[in-house]
């Protein structure tokens, strides 16, 4: 079955999933004041920037959402975004984003990762999760997207290792 990414988009866009999005942010950001999503904004898309949270100190919060609607136990990693072209996926990308959102909405649970660290990971890892796990390629209309499937708690161990730094 081929994956349509408009379709998926307007899934994923749709206002029913305006209230989890919400509870999530509120519950992630004890300072939550609003959050405002950049649907047609495309400088912001290109940037990586789903969601703009603001909190009570006036600070902006810059995240991207990413949803699935069956539960699994990995995160995909997208490292091409179009196959033909070798493209890089948001993985390889110099985004702008502070938290990587990665949503299971049938179970209700998302996984708050801080970009940052996820990306310090991936610099380490990349080879050896791509070599490990499985490869998933989504065809859309016209490409394929590569990703790599992580388990949740591989992803997890590394990122709670990245936050101490050894020199």
């Known amino acids: 079955m081929m994956h349509n990414f408009s379709e998926s988009l307007k899934k994923s866009e749709s206002e029913k999933l305006h209230p989890f999005w919400e509870s999530v942010y509120k519950e992630m950001f ?18 990586g920037i789903d ?10 919060v810059y995240v991207d959402e990413k949803i699935r609607f069956k ?33 299971f909405v049938g179970s209700q649970k998302c996984y708050m ?15 050896k999760w791509i070599e490990k796990y499985p490869k998933i390629e989504a065809e ?4 394929h997207t590569i990703s790599v499937a992580v388990p949740i708690p591989v992803i997890k161990e590394k990122i709670s290792d990245a936050t101490m730094i050894r020199l």
């Open 30 to 47: 004890p300072e939550f004041v609003e959050m405002s999503g950049t649907i047609g904004n495309m400088d912001m898309q290109r940037r």
């Open 51 to 60: 969601r703009v949270i603001i909190l009570n100190n006036n600070k902006t």
């Open 71 to 103: 539960e699994y136990n990995d995160i995909l990693l997208e490292y091409i975004s179009v196959s033909t072209t070798g493209a890089p996926g948001w993985m390889e990308k110099q985004i702008d984003i502070d938290w990587l959102a990665y949503a």
């Open 113 to 127: 990762i801080p970009f940052p660290l996820l990306k310090r990971v991936w610099k380490y890892y990349k080879q």
């Open 140 to 143: 859309n209309e016209g490409y």
